[in-house]
C-alpha cells in the first residue's frame, strides 16, 4: 500500500498529493508518469510525476477531478492508501540524456497551459539544481486556475503568468506571449511545451513559423498507460505512436494533432471506438476489452 502523505487542494478540483512510494522516488526522472490505483477493482488512472524527494521516498501528483475514477481519488485524506503506484514509466525527459555543459549553452523556453504546469515543474526544477536557468510561460484560463506558481518562480529564470480573461498577470494566450518576447528580442534554441491538446497545437504551428524546435508531451491522451487500449496512438512524422509506451514526448512539429484530437472524440463512445477498430486494424491495439 502506498500512503498520502500529504494532500491539498491547489484550486478548485485540482489536487496535489505526496505519496509513499520509495522505489518509484528513488529511479524517477522528469518527464516520467505513474498509473495509481485506488483498490483491486478501481481504474487505472495515469498521472505525471510533478515532483519527487528521493531521502523521503516520496513522489507528488498533481490530478484534476473531471471523471469518476480522479473524484474518488479527490475523497482520499492524508493517511489513506493507494492499492497500486506502478511506476516510474514513459521515457525520461530527453533534457536529462545532456550534460550541464550541453543544457547552459541552450536558451531554453518551457510553456505549460493549465494542469500542464504539474509536468513541467520537474523539468524546470530538474535544470535549475544544476545551475541551468530556462524561461517559463505558465497560462491559465483565468487567476482562478493557476497553479504552482510560486514553486515555479523558485526554479525558473524568468516565469512570465498570462490569462485568458486578463484577470492575473499578462492577458492573453500563451502564443501572444511567445509572440511578445520574440518581439522583444528574445531568442530561444528549444521549446517544450505541455497543455491541453490545442494549446500544444496553436503553439506548434506558431513555433514552427518561428523555426523553433519543439517538444510536446502527450500525457492528456493516456488512459492506461500500458500501450494496450490504444487510446493514445497518435501519428508522428507519418509514423504510428503509442503516447504512454513510446512517450510522452514527442517532437511536436511531426505530430498530427489533428487526427489525436478527433481520435479523442471518437474513443469515448462503443461507436466510435468500433469505428477506429476498423479505420486502425492491427494498429488499433484492443487490449481495453472495449472494442470487441
Not at 516520496?58 to 493507494?82: P, Y
Not at 497551459?113 to 504539474?118: C, E, F, I, L, P
Request: glycine share 10%; net charge negative; hydrophobic share 40%.
Amino acid at each position: 500500500m502506498y500512503r498520502i502523505l500529504k494532500k491539498c487542494e491547489l484550486t478548485t478540483n485540482i489536487y496535489l498529493m505526496d505519496v509513499e512510494a520509495k522505489r518509484v522516488a528513488k529511479s524517477c526522472q522528469p518527464g516520467q508518469f505513474v498509473i495509481v490505483r485506488m483498490d483491486a477493482e478501481g481504474e487505472r488512472i495515469p498521472l505525471t510525476i510533478c515532483d519527487y524527494d528521493r531521502e523521503r521516498g516520496s513522489v507528488t501528483i498533481v490530478f484534476q477531478s473531471v471523471g469518476a475514477g480522479t473524484q474518488m481519488m479527490a475523497e482520499l485524506k492524508e493517511g489513506d492508501s493507494f492499492q497500486d503506484f506502478v511506476g516510474p514509466l514513459g521515457c525520461p525527459s530527453e533534457l536529462v540524456k545532456e550534460t550541464p555543459e550541453e543544457l547552459k549553452a541552450k536558451k531554453i523556453l518551457f510553456v505549460a497551459g493549465g494542469v500542464g504546469a504539474a509536468p513541467v515543474y520537474p523539468q524546470v526544477k530538474w535544470l535549475h539544481e544544476r545551475g541551468v536557468e530556462a524561461d517559463v510561460i505558465v497560462g491559465s484560463k483565468t487567476k482562478s486556475l493557476l497553479i504552482l506558481e510560486k514553486e515555479m518562480e523558485a526554479v525558473a529564470g524568468n516565469l512570465y503568468v498570462t490569462t485568458d480573461d486578463g484577470s492575473y498577470g499578462r492577458s492573453g494566450m500563451v502564443t501572444q506571449t511567445i509572440k511578445d518576447l520574440v518581439a522583444e528580442g528574445k531568442e530561444y534554441d528549444v521549446c517544450i511545451a505541455i497543455g491541453p491538446m490545442i494549446m500544444m497545437k496553436f503553439v506548434c504551428l506558431l513555433t514552427k513559423e518561428l523555426n523553433l524546435p519543439t517538444v510536446v508531451s502527450l500525457n492528456p491522451i493516456m488512459v492506461d498507460g500500458t500501450g494496450m487500449c490504444g487510446a493514445c496512438r497518435v501519428t508522428v512524422d507519418g509514423k504510428v505512436k503509442f503516447a504512454c509506451v513510446d512517450g510522452p514526448e514527442f517532437d511536436g512539429h511531426l505530430v498530427n494533432f489533428d487526427e489525436a484530437m478527433r481520435r479523442q472524440t471518437l474513443y469515448k463512445t462503443e461507436e466510435g471506438r468500433a469505428l477506429l477498430q476498423v479505420q486502425e486494424g492491427d494498429t488499433h491495439h484492443g487490449g481495453c476489452g472495449n472494442c470487441g
